[in-house]
């Protein structure tokens, strides 16, 4: 379905004939992407845009994908989940669309990938967090929501976070900016008060307060006096901060640094 287009209605005979045609070379490229631990190929997920397409007209989006590898992330997983939706798309179609949609955000789109999946099983749509910039009151918010969401549903998210107080919220903000965060979660609210540590003015002022840097920069000026070399000792910040970084997220904006207990 191209842009500005009204949504057609989806042919579950043409999808069902043009997946029978198709079944081998995309099961034998998801067997591939499977055992290699990659996601899926060009040539593979053209194929299954090519069979979705069927099912909803030359003119769509997929259809286009299909013949060209060129589309638009958001009219694609429109098409797409409008199908991975409906009750007469069978569970295989849905376990293609699953392995289209996550090399879709793979190629397009900065993402979760399946790291928080089982690499033994298929991707899940729902599992995949996307990049997103969404509008929320007026201004723009950067964070990752599951590539299962539709236009609809990201409007339904906005007014959510602008419930949350987001605008006014810096620290909620720069929460939602970590890849892991997924900010459709029912349980967002929980989850950032939970996690959420501390904001500082400084990379400096949150490695002190988050470390014994404090102590190992007293003990290690000490060894040196002792020894007459203490002009010659310093503890690397660099090393602190990567150390740091292990244990806390921490996301600069605004002119300060906020932490997170990963």
């Known amino acids: 379905m191209m842009e500005g287009e009204e949504r057609q209605t989806p042919s579950p005979d043409r999808l069902a004939n043009t997946a029978d045609r198709f079944q081998a070379f995309i099961l034998q490229g998801i067997a591939e992407a499977h055992e290699a631990g990659t996601e899926i190929d060009q040539g593979t997920a053209r194929s299954i845009a090519h069979v979705l397409g069927r099912a909803l007209g030359r003119d769509s989006a997929l259809a286009e994908f299909a013949r060209t590898g060129e589309g638009t992330y958001e009219i694609l997983r429109d098409e797409y989940l409008q199908l991975y ?6 569970p295989m179609i849905k376990e293609w669309i699953d392995w289209f949609g996550t ?3 793979g190629t397009q789109r900065d993402g979760s990938g399946r790291q928080f999946m089982n690499e033994h099983l298929p991707p899940q749509l729902d599992r995949v967090l ?29 007014t959510g976070l602008e419930r949350l107080g987001l605008p006014s919220k810096v620290e909620l903000q720069a929460y939602l900016r970590l890849r892991d965060v997924n900010a459709a979660a029912d349980n967002l609210a929980e989850a950032f008060e939970e996690h959420f540590v501390a904001d500082f003015d400084t990379i400096e002022s ?19 006096r002792e020894r007459g070399i203490q002009s010659a000792l310093s503890v690397d910040h660099d090393v602190v901060e990567s150390l740091t970084r292990e244990i806390f997220d921490l996301v600069d904006l605004k002119g300060r640094i906020y932490a997170f207990q990963k």
């Open 206 to 224: 949150a490695l002190y307060a988050l470390t014994e840097l404090t102590e190992w920069e007293t003990d290690l000026a000490a060894f040196g």
């Open 103 to 105: 090399h879709l955000v």
């Open 130 to 158: 996307v990049r997103t910039e969404l509008n929320v009151a007026g201004a723009q918010y950067l964070m990752y929501a599951p590539a299962t969401l539709t236009g609809p549903d990201y409007e339904g998210l906005s």
């Open 85 to 90: 939706e409906a009750p007469s798309t069978p």
